[in-house]
């Protein structure tokens, strides 16, 4: 399996504060990663920095074997790298239609094939109805579907996810992961950072966590719920000595109902 | 000649400070860029100078009357046209200021006519002799006065009530309101007291200057300029600034000619936003 | 289109040029207000300094056929290259620095008077006593006999305008100006390299300013620093634009159409040249307050267009 997203020793600091030490990871082309960790752990920051909004203080960045270690965030869409934000950011008095097309565009100059295309990808992902409502006027469901819809629309080969699925309700999550999984078939690598467990366990092949801006544990999902680092990181501090007393269990089941805000 | 233009610059920085100081002042609580300030400088100048010629008193006098009357102007401005029309958009009150600097100086075009007016008092003419430099009394005097007037301000930002309310208000809006203070009433206050400023401003410049209808629009560039290069809510910015563009308008006018040099203030405008948008003393945007 | 071919037609119907005129200057102005357009309107940049590409667009075409005799049909060209490259400094400087919203109104404001001053000091622009341009009509000076020819003339360019605008509204790059606008970061994020689109679309609106200086010189035969780099053309520009609708293809046109009525009825009201620029400037805040969208806006929101 060819290896899309390589992350080498990424470290940032703002100040004082060490938002991001020394972070590797790598993404496999045509699998889904998840990078996970409680609030304020530095997952954005990472996003921010692999998609060029933020740049590094040490560390590089490989897509496809390149470096794209410091380039501008329209280069590395060109490479083929494509995110969502974490607070939506759509334009806002577009229509759904016209918001997905300038992803489109990417790849056409013509009118009518973007048109074409974004007409596709709305299909994908359930907004033909949608299509002509001002994007304002956008339930957050909606939002994060046209940001997720119009990132498709540029035909990336990895598509970064920022919490993709905050602030959905349990049906919402269902309809977006089954979203995903038929993005991912059709040949897009996913990167995703994500809160809400049941995503994660559904979706992830493989999931990386970070806590306070380091990567402690990385695994399928099965290993990093076991792990008791990940354990502590999410419930504090002898949390996995506490939870080794009861049955294996009840540990996974704590871990599974911690829903969280902002990273 | 250089020590002379220096002493120059530091006289007219003193008021464009004051200029200055409303502007930043608006900014740093309404976050909002009064492009009204100049036309509404060109008011007050010509307040001043009608408070003379038609009443007879003393700009520097009229200081008492003009002040309060500028604040009252302004708070009912912003109360019952700025902060109604814009609809909190920062684009919207650009233009809105805009169109009021406008109808400004058109208004004073129809009923004051263009013919730019001066006052002549009885001491206009006298000088003190500081050796290496003549100073006009009325620079002297204007000098000082906008001196004094920034502390009053300072005080009354640092000291008063109403002036703890307004730094509550911009450091942090939802949690002035929290606490029971009125925003929408402070946020015409302030704007008020920015154009009291100018009020105080016109007083002390029209004995050293002039004014016609589009006096206001020199200053426009001037005053943005001190502000961006003080930074953008500094007080001690907006000061330190109006000296540092008054000397450099002097310096400027002695080295580049007089038409030239007017230039130095438009290009340390573009630099400061090109570099160090911040200003000197600025903190966040 | 119908329109088109009557005002192809009015002249010949029309022999009065006081009427022609004033549907030159509106031509002319709605001209100005497109090129307004393409940078406020469409990437959402507002712009207090356009009269910049205008003046230096003037001074560049009067330079070359005052003191160099070559004829303004070609000096045009010269103008517009000018006007370019004046929006390549001016965009650079803004939009590399990362300049937005207000800051960059000022900034374009801060241009326009500093080469105003350049043009107050330096030799060969005449200084503060200015240009007098010759009238030799022809159409080698872009100059006319009678106001038929200005008027054929300032339409053609008004038409131009509008043909750019409608190409914007159906390419790929007005889409990316108005993704631009509608959110920066977004449109980063998906591919569109903002600054380049940024700067693109200011050196168009800087080809145009220049080719209307050029149009404004031959015409009015006189060109000084105060004329050049007028505020109130700037302001004019994005009056006109804003009252008849922002980001529209027609807008600037009916803006430019509706503000000359105002103004001619004002004129008729009170002898005053004042009061036709306090109306402007009510119309200004009123619009905004009320009509943001402007008077396209209006009807769109009349005829339901905009379903919600």
Known sequence: MALLLDVKSISKSFGGLKAVSDASLSVDEGKIVSLIGPNGAGKTTLFAIISGFLGADSGRVFLNNENITGMKPHRICDKGMVRTFQITQPFASLSTLENIMVGAYKNTSLKAKAKQKATEVAELVGMTHLLNTEANSLTVAGRKRLELARALATDPKLLLLDEVMAGLNPSEIDEIVNIIKIIRDSGVTIFLIEHVMKAVVNLSDYSYVLNDGVLIAHGTPKQIANDPLVIEAYLGQGAAKAMTKNTPTKAKASKTSKKGGKS | ?285 | MGLLVLAIVLPLAIQNNFYLDVLTIIFFTAYLGQSWNILGGYAGQFSFGGVMFFGTGAYASTILWTTYGIPPIYGVFVAILAGAIVGLIVGYASFRYGLRGSYFALITLAFAEMLRIIANSVEFTGGGVGIFLNFEPSIMNLQFINARGFYYLSLGMVVISIIIAMWLERSRFGAQLIAIRENEDAAEALGINVLRSKILAIMIMGGMGGAAGTFYAQKYLYLDPPIAYSIALSVEMLLVTIVGGMGTVFGPLVGSFVLHIVTEVAKHLIESPGLSLIVYGFILILIIAYLPNGLIGLFKGLSGKRGK
């Open chain 2, 1 to 285: 000649m250089m020590p002379a233009a220096v002493m120059n610059g530091l006289m007219y920085g003193s008021i464009y400070a004051l200029v200055a100081l409303g502007l930043t002042l608006i900014y740093g609580v309404l976050h909002i860029i009064n492009f009204a300030h100049g036309a509404l400088l060109m008011l007050a100048l010509y307040a001043a100078f009608f408070l003379y010629s038609i009443l007879g008193i003393d700009p520097y006098l009229g200081i008492l009357i003009v002040v309060p009357g500028s604040f009252i102007f302004g708070y009912v401005l912003y109360r019952f046209m700025i902060g109604k029309l814009a609809h909190g958009k920062d684009q919207n009150i650009l233009l809105i200021t805009l169109g009021l600097s406008i109808v400004f100086e058109n208004m004073a075009m129809l009923f004051f006519s263009a013919d730019q007016r001066t006052v002549n008092l009885s001491y206009s003419f006298e000088t003190v002799d500081l050796g290496f430099v003549l100073l006009s009394i009325p620079k002297l005097i204007s000098f000082f006065a906008s001196l004094v007037i920034c502390f009053l301000l300072w005080m009354l930002m640092s000291m008063t009530d109403l002036g703890k309310a307004i730094r509550a208000v911009a450091k942090e809006r939802q949690g002035a309101r929290l606490v029971g203070i009125d925003v929408d009433k402070i946020f015409a206050a302030t704007y008020g007291i920015g154009i009291a400023c100018l009020g105080a401003a016109g007083c002390l410049l029209l004995p050293i200057f002039y004014v016609d209808p589009y006096t206001g629009n020199l200053f426009v560039i001037i005053a943005f300029t001190i502000v961006v290069l003080g930074g953008m809510g500094s007080i001690v910015g907006a000061l330190i600034g109006g000296f540092i563009i008054g000397i450099t308008e002097s310096v400027g006018g002695l080295i580049l000619g007089e038409s030239l040099g007017q230039i130095g203030i438009s290009v340390i405008f573009i630099l400061i936003l090109m570099f160090r948008p911040n200003g000197l003393f600025g903190g966040k945007t």
